[in-house]
């Protein structure tokens, strides 16, 4: 079992995320989810920022989690599986997530640090080899040893510092959670037929997917090429490959069940600019296009899509909603039209390595 601290204020978004890399995930307090299992793809995650493998779960009291890591160390099999080589340097790190526990987590180090240094362990509190994680919030306390911790270099990509800027790009944080979402990863193909200036292709294209963007204007397929090169090509080039083209979300150049995933973000107001459409028929026609060639996909409007997906022949798996000021929400759906035979769409399960 893992802990996952999870990112952000809304924790079914996070999780929902966060199963794109896990099974079994599971909200058991604000901040904090369980999973039976994780991938390495948690290094990938937007609103998961760690995840431990679990000692065990406890009330939210530094004597309980005293009582919890003593026992733990204690019973053979859980040292063997959960614990660390107590030749390696440890240090313990309590956080009282969201302050919903009220616990002085100054004290919570010393006091599971003691029993640590009880056991036989060193303690580094600047470079250790080990870190144990306690985590308090509301009621409950979780345990864990640090396996892994999600990348956080969003702000290095911000759409303002980008080659090609548009007004009204998505924040990578966002976009990298919406690509997870619709499954990218090594090995996947994800399209964004409204591609914009690149924003969740690149994010795609980072996890290792391979990427492809259409965009009816010429200016944004070739402004999102000049992003997908800045940040896709290089000595950090991400796995996979990517290309944009000139194209109609509604009429794409594409076979039939081309592609993994589709990932786009439905135009704002009204009235389009592809063929003097309104925006219901573009939305209908880019869903029943994205239909065609994919059996997964996660879009998001100024509205619900919800109806006018299930029209186009989807299953809504969820629907979210992320404010971004006052008279701005974003609604996002995810679908899906497999028909359950397809593996898991998170790969096997595996401990991180």
């Not at 995320?17 to 299992?37: D, F, R, W, Y």
């Not at 790009?169 to 919406?178: H, K, N, Q, T």
């Amino acid at each position: 079992m893992y802990a996952l601290e999870l990112g952000g204020e809304d924790d079914r978004f996070a999780a929902a995320e966060a199963a794109s890399a896990a099974t079994g995930v599971e909200v058991v307090a604000p901040g904090l989810a369980t999973a039976n299992a994780v991938t390495d793809r948690v290094r990938n995650l937007a609103y998961t920022h760690r995840a431990s493998e679990l000692v065990g779960t406890t009330d939210a009291s530094v004597e309980s989690a005293r009582v919890l890591l003593e026992a733990g160390l204690d019973r053979e099999e859980t040292a063997s599986d959960a614990a660390p080589d107590r030749e390696g340097t440890v240090a313990v790190r309590a956080r009282d997530v969201r302050e919903t526990a009220g616990i002085d987590t100054q004290r919570a180090e010393r006091v599971l640090g003691g029993v640590l240094t009880d056991c036989g362990f060193a303690v580094d509190l600047d470079d250790p080899d080990h870190e144990l994680r306690a985590l308090f919030s509301d009621d409950t306390c979780l345990l864990g040893w640090l396996e892994a911790e999600s990348v956080r270099d969003f702000g290095t990509r911000k759409p303002t510092d980008r080659p090609f800027f548009q007004p009204g790009g998505m924040d990578p944080l966002l976009a990298r959670a919406l690509v997870n979402l619709a499954g990218a990863r090594p090995g996947a193909t994800v399209l964004d037929p409204m591609c914009g200036t690149g924003g969740g292709l690149i994010e795609a294209g980072l996890v290792g997917a391979n990427v492809l963007g259409a965009d009816a204007q010429t200016k944004m397929a070739r402004g999102a090429a000049e992003n997908l090169s800045r940040y896709l090509d290089g000595e950090e080039r991400a796995t996979g490959e990517w290309a944009t083209l000139l194209g109609d979300a509604t009429h794409l150049p594409l076979p039939d069940d081309s592609v993994d995933a589709v990932v786009f973000d439905a135009p704002y107001g009204r009235q389009s600019k592809i063929a003097n459409l309104n925006l219901d028929d573009l939305v209908a026609g880019a869903l029943a296009e994205a239909r065609r060639v994919a059996d997964r996909a996660v879009v998001v409007g100024d509205r619900s899509w919800g109806e006018a997906a299930r029209a186009a022949g989807w299953t809504v798996e969820d629907e979210f909603e992320r404010r971004v000021h006052r008279s701005l929400v974003r609604h996002i759906a995810v679908l899906d039209a497999s028909d359950g035979s397809s593996p898991d769409r998170i790969g096997d399960s595996m401990g991180v390595e």
